[in-house]
């Protein structure tokens, strides 16, 4: 199992640059399915759960060329299997999004229920109930999804999500550009990754408007063909390094970015002493105040105010903030684990319900600590770069899920980061 080890109190000067949102390839890796023919997508980043897309690609039958590191070249036109197995999925949430796309195209699909990070229940019965309002017949048999259309094809619908959801939203607006005549998703989410899957489906030939607001309508074609595609810059990795930035009282050029998918963290970050100039439009200059950080209260909500994978690296921050904030977390009800182990480094927070209360500012000092999930591998991160001493931090698979050469970017910056890799078998949790 490998870890991190860190040793902190280093100012990050330099630039960085910002790779492809995990979160919009992952779900344009899914669109190809809808297609026969040849769908290129770049800016692809090299990270975990994009190789374990692939892999499901590939199991389902797709061809997987990968002509340059970050461009894939995928070729769905041979499907051999309708069916997305419990050892893929069992890592990774966005297995799902394979869902839609195989019943669209080929009236069947049988897929796994989902896992990923341990930040609380994320459910996929918006989903299923979208599915059966396409006409589609969904059914639950030992742990997995089974959807099929018993005509061959979903019939267009009127969606309206009880709750904001962006799997369900991208796996329905997938599933509705195959289905025959108009449909509309009310309530739909608006994350810039929705926008980023409708530009790619309406260069394959879909018809989709409204992508980005609250109310999409897609008009079924009888088929999707091939495209090209490059994916928009991670937003969440990009707010990621300018709290790296501040945290550690530094200057960091971030490059390749889009300041406009980040407006509500940028905005909040700024309240907080946080300095942030746009050089041009795919370029941000960070620093920290020369007052030093004040405590700021957050709210995480869907796009496009504050969203909930900036609140562990948000929590880190405020440790080093002088007062007391308030973080309240209202989209997953267990996404404050990094908040014991930010104790454990000497943090002041206590938890009640969905609030936690942070005092600062301390002086976090390292500590052996254990990352549960994704982002909150960021926070520890980030709480280990402007600590004294070492910090040794376990389990960092997670933030292999979505940061591409962490290690490479921060050391290139200043930071003392290193990767310590044992020669022991992965466990089944691991792999």
């Known amino acids: ?115 990923g990070c341990a930040i609380g229940t994320r459910p996929i019965d918006l989903h299923l109930k979208a599915f059966e309002q396409l006409g589609a017949t969904v059914s639950l048999e030992s742990g997995d999804v089974v959807a099929r259309a018993p005509k061959g094809r979903l019939i267009g619908a009127e969606i309206n999500f009880e709750k904001v959801t962006v799997t369900g939203t991208e796996n329905v607006m997938m599933a509705a550009a195959l289905a025959k005549g108009k449909s509309t998703i009310k309530n739909a989410a608006c994350e810039p990754e929705i926008e980023d899957l409708a530009e790619l489906l309406n260069k394959m030939g879909a018809r989709i408007r409204g992508a980005g607001t609250s109310v999409i309508e897609i008009e079924g074609v009888e088929h999707l063909g091939g495209a090209q595609h490059t994916i928009i810059p991670d937003r969440i990795e990009t707010g990621t390094f300018i709290v790296a930035a501040a945290i550690t009282g530094g200057e960091l050029e971030i490059k390749n970015c889009e300041p406009k998918h ?79 182990e930010l104790v454990r480094m000497g943090a002041k927070i206590e938890i009640s319900g969905n609030r936690a209360v942070v005092h600062g500012k301390t002086n976090l000092t390292g500590a052996k600590i254990i990352a549960s999930d994704l982002r909150a591998s960021a926070s520890l991160v980030l709480a280990a770069l402007c600590a004294s001493g070492e910090t040794l931090i376990d389990r960092v698979y997670h933030i292999d899920r979505g940061y591409e050469n962490i290690v490479k970017k921060l050391n290139s910056v200043g930071a003392d980061i290193e990767r310590i890799t044992e020669n022991l078998s992965m466990t089944a949790e691991e792999k």
């Open 1 to 115: 199992m490998d870890k991190f080890l860190i040793r902190g109190g280093q100012p990050l000067r330099g630039k960085i640059e910002i790779g492809g949102a995990k979160n919009s390839a992952l779900p344009c890796l899914a669109a190809t399915l809808l297609s026969a023919e040849t769908v290129i997508l770049h800016n692809v980043p090299y990270v975990k759960d994009l190789i374990t897309q692939r892999r499901l690609l590939e199991d389902l039958g797709a061809t997987a060329l990968t002509p340059e590191l970050r461009t894939h070249k995928i070729t769905a036109k041979n499907i051999e299997t309708f069916e997305a197995p419990y050892e893929l999925v069992k890592t990774m949430r966005a297995s799902v999004l394979a869902l839609g796309p195989l019943l669209a195209r080929f009236g069947q699909a049988k897929v796994s229920l989902p896992g």
């Open 262 to 340: 980040l407006t509500a963290v940028i905005e909040k970050l700024r309240e907080t002493g946080v300095e942030i100039e746009e050089i041009n439009p795919s370029t941000l200059l960070v620093k920290c105040s020369a007052k030093g950080l004040q405590s700021k209260d957050v709210t995480t909500e869907p796009h496009p105010l504050f969203p909930t994978d900036m609140q562990a690296q948000y929590m880190a921050l405020m440790t080093q903030a002088e007062g007391v904030s308030t973080v309240t977390e209202t989209i997953f009800e267990n996404r404050f684990m990094h908040a014991s």
